[in-house]
C-alpha cells in the first residue's frame, strides 16, 4: 500500500477513498520510482512513500554491519538497537552477578541518563546536571564538566576521527549545540561560535521565532562528521516553531541541511495544512528519539503532534510530516519516504521512540526492515528501503469529533498485524479493584458522562472523553529494544488512562493569538488529567504494565507478561501486577537474556528472552529509569544502570523515601569467566 498524500481532511463526517490509495500504488508504481526531491520534503505531486534514490536502496540487501559490542551512543549506538552482542552473561552463569563498583550522583535530579562507553572513557551525568567522565571498570571520576544551563537529560553521542585524535561528545546545552573533548571534558571553542551553534539560528525567518533557547532531551544521531538534530516545539502553543530537523558537522559546527516538518510553500505536503498563516503552524516535533543506518545512509525521524496538541479546527487537514516516520538522505537531508501513522492529531500520540532495525526472513525473502512502536500500543513495520509495510495496514473508521469547528479525519492507519502490546479499551469492567471503594464509584458515575470505547482514536471533547491508551500510555522512549540477530523486538508498555476534557480559552488574546482562527474556532486547553486515584494508583486494573516480546519474521507475539510490582501492593500479598508507569528501557544480550528496571518495586531484573522468566534480580533503595548500558573492559562484560527518586507517576504511591542517587554496575565475580 503506497501512502499517498493525503487530502484535506475536511469535516469530521466527510469520506476518504482508503480504496483509491492501494490501486494507485500498483498503477503508478513505475512512474513513482522517477521521482526525484527536494531538501524539505519535494515538490507537489512527489510520492508520499519513495522518492529520489529508492531504486538503488531498494535493490540492495544491507549486511547491518552494526557494532553491538561497544555503547558509543544513546541506546548503544546510531542503529538504537538497545542490544549487546556480549555473551559472557548468560542464562547458565546470570544468577552469580554482583555489584562491581557504584558511583554516588550527588543532590539533583535523579538520573535517567543512559551511560555511553567511548575513548576508554564512561559518560553519565550527576545530579548537578554536569557530565562526568568515569573509569568504566571501576567508576573512578576522571573528570566533570562545567556548563552553565541544563544539558540533555537522557544521553550523549561520541564521535571519534578516522585517526583517533580527536575525540568528542555532541551536548545540546541551554539551546547551544556544543562540541566536548571527551579526553578533559572541556568546550571546543573552535566549533560554531564560541564554542556553540544556537539551534534557532537555521529557522525560517517568518515562523513564531522562540523567545527560548531551544532544549530537548533528544541528543541527535551521528552519521559519519555530521550530526542530525531534531529541534523541540518552539512553544506549547497554537502559534509555534516548526521543529525542524538540522544537520551541522561535527568539527566546525557548519550547517549542513535543514528538514522542514511543516512543508513550506512549494514543498510536498504543504497542502495538508491550512495556507492562512502557514507560517505560525508549528509542533512535529521529534522529541523521542531517532535511528541511523550507516549502510543505507538514512536518517530515521518518528515526528510527534501538531501544535495544538488537543484540537485541529484551525488547522484542517492530515497535517504533514505530523506523526509520521520521515526517510532522510543524511548527506543532504533530502526525503527518501514518509509513512503518516496518525493523520490530523488531536491525541498527542507523537512517536515515542525510536525505530529499530533489523532483516526479518518473510515467505522466503530476506528484508530489511524497520519497526516503529506507538503510544496506542501499535507495532507498525515497513521495508525500510522504500517505506513499504511488511504487513497491510488499513485505514480504518474512527469515530468522530463532537467538538464545533473540529475537522478529525475520519480514519486512522491500523496495522493488521502483528497484534497490539496492550488492551484497546478501558471500560467501567476494567476500573482498577485496588481502589478506595469512593474513588470506584466516582469512576463509574464519570463512565456515565463521558466518552468512552473501544480503540484509542476516540477524540477530545467539550463533555470529556476517557482516552486510552492515552498519550502517556503504550510505549515510550528507550522502551523498545531489538535482538537483531533473532528478528526479536521487545517492548515495555504502560497502561495509563487519561480525561480528555477540553476547555475554551474565551480571553480575545488567546483568539487573535490563534493562527487561522475562523467563528467557530476557539482556543481549547486540555487541563492535565491523568486520573490518577487517592491512593496514587492509575484507574485501570492490572496489568499496570506489560513486557511483549514478537518474532518479527513472522510478526507473532511470543510472550507477554506483566513487568514489575508496586511494592505496596507486594507488601499486601498481592503480585503479577505489573509496575505502574515504569520508563526503565530493555536491553537484550546475545546470552539469550533481557536486562530492564522497574521504578515501583526498585527491580532490576534480568530474564530470559525466550520466555520471559526472571532468572535474576536485584532491588534498590530507589527507582531505575532510563536505559541500562552494556560493555565490556579487559575482557570483562558489565552493566551499567541508573539509579535514583521515586518514578514517573510514582509519587502519591506512599513507597519509601528514595536512598541516595547512583549509578549501579553489575558484573560476574572476578575469577568465574568475569575476566581478570
Given amino acids: 500500500m503506497i501512502n499517498l498524500p493525503n487530502t484535506p481532511a475536511g469535516s469530521a463526517g466527510a469520506p476518504r477513498r482508503p480504496v483509491v490509495r492501494l490501486l494507485l500504488a500498483t498503477s503508478l508504481g513505475a512512474l513513482l520510482a522517477a521521482c526525484s526531491t527536494t531538501t524539505s520534503g519535494g515538490a507537489p505531486g512527489d510520492n508520499a512513500r519513495v522518492v529520489g534514490a529508492q531504486a538503488r536502496q531498494a535493490e540492495a540487501l544491507p549486511a547491518e554491519d552494526f557494532d553491538y559490542v561497544g555503547w558509543d551512543a544513546y541506546l548503544g549506538g546510531g542503529e538504537s538497537s538497545q542490544y549487546s552482542s556480549l555473551d559472557q552473561i548468560d542464562k547458565q552463569n546470570v544468577a552469580q552477578l554482583e555489584v562491581a563498583w557504584e558511583f554516588p550522583t550527588g543532590d539533583g535530579q535523579p538520573p535517567r541518563f543512559n551511560p555511553v562507553v567511548g575513548g576508554g572513557r564512561m559518560y553519565v551525568i550527576n545530579g548537578a546536571g554536569q557530565l562526568v567522565a568515569l573509569d568504566p571498570a571501576t567508576g573512578k571520576q576522571l573528570w566533570q564538566s562545567s556548563f552553565e544551563g541544563r544539558i540533555g537529560a537522557r544521553g550523549v553521542n561520541y564521535w571519534r576521527s578516522a585517526d583517533g585524535s580527536d575525540e568528542r561528545l555532541m551536548v545540546l546545552n541551554a539551546g547551544l549545540l556544543r562540541a566536548i573533548d571527551a579526553s578533559t571534558g572541556q568546550v571546543i571553542a573552535s566549533f560554531g561560535t564560541d564554542g556553540g551553534v544556537d539551534l534557532r539560528d537555521a529557522l525560517p525567518d517568518n515562523v513564531v521565532m522562540p523567545g527560548n533557547p531551544l532544549q530537548t532531551d533528544n541528543p541527535g544521531r551521528i552519521y559519519k562528521n555530521t550530526i542530525v538534530m531534531s529541534l523541540p516545539a518552539g512553544a506549547y502553543d497554537y502559534a509555534s516553531a516548526p521543529a525542524n530537523i ?226 502517556n500510555g503504550g510505549a515510550n522512549w528507550g522502551n523498545i529494544a531489538a535482538d537483531p540477530e533473532r528478528g526479536r523486538i521487545y517492548v515495555v508498555s504502560r497502561e495509563l488512562p487519561l480525561l480528555l476534557k477540553i476547555n ?67 507488601q499486601q500479598g498481592i503480585t503479577g501486577v505489573g509496575s505502574q508507569t515504569p520508563r526503565g528501557g530493555p536491553v537484550a544480550t546475545a546470552g539469550g537474556l533481557l536486562f530492564v528496571g522497574t521504578a515501583t518495586d526498585r527491580a532490576f531484573r534480568a530474564r530470559d528472552a525466550d520466555t520471559g522468566e526472571i532468572l535474576w534480580e536485584h532491588r534498590f533503595d530507589a527507582a531505575t529509569e532510563g536505559v541500562p548500558a552494556v560493555y565490556e573492559v579487559n575482557g570483562r562484560e558489565y552493566i551499567t544502570v541508573p539509579v535514583g527518586g521515586v518514578g514517573h507517576f510514582a509519587g502519591g504511591l506512599g513507597l519509601p523515601e528514595p536512598g541516595p542517587s547512583k549509578y549501579v554496575t553489575f558484573a560476574l565475580p572476578e575469577g568465574s569467566g568475569g575476566g581478570q
Avoid at 484551525?314 to 519516504?337: C, H, M, P, Q, Y
Avoid at 498527542?348 to 525505530?355: G, H, I, R, S, T
Avoid at 488529567?529 to 507473532?556: E, H, R, W
Wanted: net charge negative; no cysteine.
Fill in 504 to 570: 475554551p480559552d474565551n480571553r480575545p488574546e488567546a483568539k487573535a493569538a490563534m493562527p487561522n482562527a475562523d467563528a467557530e474556532d476557539l482556543p481549547y486547553r486540555w487541563p492535565v488529567n491523568f486520573m490518577l486515584q487517592s491512593n496514587g494508583m492509575v484507574a485501570i486494573k492490572p496489568p499496570f504494565s506489560n513486557l511483549t516480546a514478537y518474532d518479527m519474521n513472522t510478526g507473532n507475539k511470543l510472550w507477554s507478561i506483566p513487568n514489575g510490582e508496586i511494592l505496596t501492593l507486594e
Fill in 246 to 471: 538540522h544537520a551541522y558537522d561535527v568539527v566546525t559546527g557548519a550547517l549542513k541541511w535543514t528538514f522542514n516538518t511543516v512543508p513550506r510553500e512549494g514543498e510536498f505536503g504543504y497542502d495538508t495544512w491550512p495556507a492562512t498563516d502557514h507560517n505560525k503552524f508549528g509542533g512535529v516535533h521529534n522529541w523521542s528519539e531517532s535511528t541511523v543506518d550507516t549502510e543505507l545512509g538514512m536518517v530515521f525521524i518518528p515526528t510527534g503532534t501538531p501544535r495544538y496538541d488537543f484540537y485541529g479546527g484551525n488547522r484542517e487537514g492530515d497535517n504533514l510530516f505530523g506523526n509520521s516516520i520521515i526517510a532522510l538522505d543524511a548527506e543532504t537531508g533530502k526525503r527518501v519516504w514518509h509513512y503518516q501513522i496518525v493523520h490530523h492529531d488531536l491525541w498527542d500520540f507523537d512517536l515515542p521512540a525510536a525505530p529499530k532495525l533489523m532483516t526479518i526472513t518473510k515467505d522466503g525473502q530476506r528484508i530489511p526492515i524497520l519497526v516503529q512502536p506507538t503510544k496506542q500500543g501499535y507495532l507498525f513495520a515497513f521495508d525500510r528501503r522504500t517505506g513499504e509495510p511488511v504487513w497491510p495496514i488499513e485505514e480504518t473508521p474512527v469515530p468522530a469529533s463532537d467538538v464545533p469547528g473540529e475537522h478529525a479525519s475520519p480514519t486512522q492507519p491500523v496495522p493488521t498485524w502483528p497484534e497490539p502490546y496492550m488492551r484497546q479499551s478501558f471500560t467501567p469492567e476494567d476500573i482498577n479493584p485496588y481502589l478506595p471503594e469512593e474513588d470506584q464509584q466516582k469512576l463509574r458515575e464519570l463512565f456515565a458522562t463521558s466518552r468512552w470505547g473501544q480503540g484509542p482514536f476516540i477524540p477530545p471533547s467539550i463533555q470529556g472523553t476517557i482516552s486510552f491508551p492515552g498519550h
